[in-house]
């Protein structure tokens, strides 16, 4: 029951949901970068090879 009431509550506030759910996202997009550069930079220096 406790339990339960907290989940109510937590989901009863959508902006700190929503910012939770932003910062997810941004390190989701962060870390696809960042593997596109990886990806890229080791293609790049293959042709240059």
């Keep these: 029951m406790a339990s339960s ?3 109510s509550s937590r989901r009863k ?3 700190h949901a ?3 759910h932003t910062h997810r996202l941004k390190f989701c997009v ?3 970068a ?3 550069v990886v990806v890229l930079s080791s ?3 293959g042709d240059l090879m």
């Design 5 to 7: 009431r907290g989940s």
């Design 30 to 32: 962060l870390k696809l």
């Design 43 to 45: 293609r790049f220096h």
């Design 18 to 20: 929503c910012y939770r």
């Design 13 to 15: 506030s959508p902006i």
């Design 34 to 36: 960042t593997s596109l």
